[in-house]
């Protein structure tokens, strides 16, 4: 499951590894487009919300894509910034200002005007709510905290000019991925104030007011994005129409639905039935898809660029004390075989990661970086030097006398994540450790990871923006409830690394990439997560779905979606 947006400006937690695309199918004579017709979408998670402020989950991230859309995407080639609702943007010379201008005439689906006025709303809503994940994104600007903590009815440092076409923000101090971050507002997605204002004021200056819970969370009033929200039904589907307003174009297609399946295996079989249009695969499912679908199926596979699967610790872990230990989490680096996992669950479409940033980021670097080579007596002599006595059974003890038992979870029907669940409970047996699996629907575990103490460790996904930041992720003011760093990773050197690469005042690529370095080989060193691969985009697609061309930086492969049509 994937994000319809070429780009937002943050991050989700991924429910499910796969991505973009090369066709392999053979060229054809383009074909005169035929408008009409609905596409069916899968999904093996639910929506929570259709609200990008408080939206976390892909499934969710997804859903709200298609109604709401941010000043800029990416190009699905370079991945550089272009024009998405506005069509001018600058940064001033010493970074204190960021100025984005709209395009003329945009327009809402219910015809209301699309003004600088929804995106100081959606800001406004983000230093508001109780349940967002991003405040970090807008911290910088004038006037923030103040009226985040109630003292002001407004962002002063973010103002509507020229009749509400131009965005003026001005920051506190120079923020180094400015004109892509703030271009969804700190939420991804800008909202429709006309509506919002109904159940919501942003002037008031009471904080226990919010928009965090309102029906038109869960039914979007109206869309700048490709599609107008229709009807969602949980654990079914959600159904979406064409939007005519669209600034790229009303869309041929008619109809768009996002339908729930109960896991890959219902997903593979809905596709080769004709029921889905196109999905991302399981490389388990390549061999049989391409076979079974050689008639109906297209299959498109890209390097994986942005996104990454891995284990977390939980540190602060009340059941098991032991994974505030490095040397234990380094211990449990050293007894997993990663390099198995990559052949023979991914099947060579991916590769292993070692650290948080990825390998098609400008910022990458593996020098330095221990590679945790499979080591089952290196395992072992990582968790004596913690502390930990083997007993009779075979199971270390910690230093209390403990037997070192404790849970990894993941999200029910993602079958690779299921599989490194097998394959971890049988490894970490061999080195004395025992494991007790989880498997629970994405939101629970979702629910579940929400900081706190009660979770040990958890089989989970990133799907990062294109820019390095990795402010909210690890710095250790990020340890609150709806907030990411969920693994307690707390380190001074990194955080100083972390705001350097942030905030300046050298924001250079070259300066930047030094200091993710450092945090880089801070995380590879501490451990709070076992990084484990970046998966190829595996998707196939119906054959008679046309203008699909998936590409490098389009996350859902629907940079173009405004030209899909179904030959029919």
């Keep these: 499951m994937r994000r319809i947006a070429a780009f937002l400006s943050t991050f989700v937690i991924l429910a499910v590894a796969c991505g973009p695309t090369v066709p392999t199918g053979p060229v054809t004579k383009e074909e005169a487009p035929v408008p009409g017709g609905r596409i069916v979408e899968s999904s093996i998670s639910d929506v929570k919300t259709f609200q990008p402020v408080i939206s976390t989950d892909t499934a969710s991230s997804t859903a709200w894509s298609y109604v709401y ?24 010379s010493d970074g204190l200002t960021v100025t984005y201008t709209l395009r003329d005439g945009l327009k809402w689906s219910d015809g209301q005007p699309f003004t600088a006025e929804d995106f100081k709303y959606t800001a406004e809503a983000v230093g508001r709510s109780k349940k967002t994940v991003r405040k ?7 006037g923030w905290k103040d009226y985040v903590d109630g003292k002001a009815d407004q962002v002063t440092g973010i103002q509507s000019k020229d009749g509400g076409k131009t965005i003026e923000i001005t920051l506190t101090k120079p923020f180094c991925p400015a004109l892509r971050n703030l271009s969804g507002a700190g939420a991804g997605g800008i909202l429709p104030k006309h509506h919002f204002m109904k159940v919501w004021d942003n002037k008031s200056t009471d904080v226990a007011k919010n928009i965090d819970e309102n029906a038109l969370n869960m039914a979007p009033p109206a869309s700048t994005g490709p599609f107008i929200f229709q009807e969602f039904k949980p654990g079914i589907q959600t159904t979406y129409t064409a939007n005519p307003n669209y600034y790229r174009g009303k869309p ?8 729930v399946y109960g896991d890959t295996a219902a997903v593979k079989a809905a596709l080769l039935t ?27 596979r890209q390097k994986g660029v942005s996104s990454y699967n891995f284990i977390g610790w939980n540190g602060k872990a009340a059941k098991a004390p032991w994974l505030a230990s490095k040397d234990v989490r380094q211990a449990l680096a050293y007894g997993l075989n990663v390099k198995t996992i990559v052949d023979k669950i991914v099947l060579g479409y991916g590769h292993q990661v070692f650290a948080h940033t990825p390998q ?42 403990t037997p070192m038992q404790m849970r990894i979870e993941t999200n029910q029907g993602n079958k690779t994540r299921e599989t490194i669940l097998e394959v971890a409970q049988d490894q970490y047996k061999q080195i004395g450790i025992k494991i007790d ?17 009660d979770y040990e460790g958890f089989i989970i996904g990133w799907s990062l923006g294109l820019d390095p930041d990795m402010y909210g992720i690890f710095h250790s003011s990020q340890q609150g409830k709806g907030q990411f760093n969920n693994v307690f990773f707390t380190n001074a050197e990194a955080d100083t690394a972390m705001i350097a690469g942030r905030n300046g005042p050298d924001c250079s690529t070259g300066a930047r990439k030094t200091q993710y370095q450092k945090v880089n080989k801070i995380l590879n060193e501490e451990a709070p997560y076992t990084f484990l691969f970046t998966q190829d985009s595996l998707v196939f697609a119906n054959k008679n779905l046309k203008a699909f061309e998936p590409k490098q930086y389009s996350s859902q492969s629907n940079w173009n979606i405004e030209k899909w049509w179904l030959k029919r």
């Design 252 to 259: 041929l297609i008619d109809e768009w639905v996002l339908k």
């Design 360 to 401: 098609a980021s400008w910022a990458y670097s593996e020098d330095g970086l221990n590679k945790y080579p499979y080591d089952t007596a290196k395992a072992k002599q990582l968790l004596e030097k913690a502390g930990a006595k083997m007993g009779a059974d075979g199971v270390y003890r910690w230093t209390d006398g």
């Design 136 to 142: 970090s994104t807008l911290q910088d600007i004038v």
């Design 437 to 453: 699996p989880l498997l629970e629907a994405f939101p629970a575990l979702l629910d579940r990871t929400d900081p706190g103490t």
């Design 274 to 300: 004709g029921e889905v249009h196109f999905a991302g695969s399981t490389p388990i499912d390549v061999e049989e898809l391409q076979n079974a679908g050689k008639e109906t199926l297209n299959f498109h």
């Design 69 to 92: 859309s941010s000043l800029l995407r990416s190009n699905p080639d370079t991945g550089d910034l272009e024009p998405g609702l506005a069509e001018k943007f600058a940064l001033s």
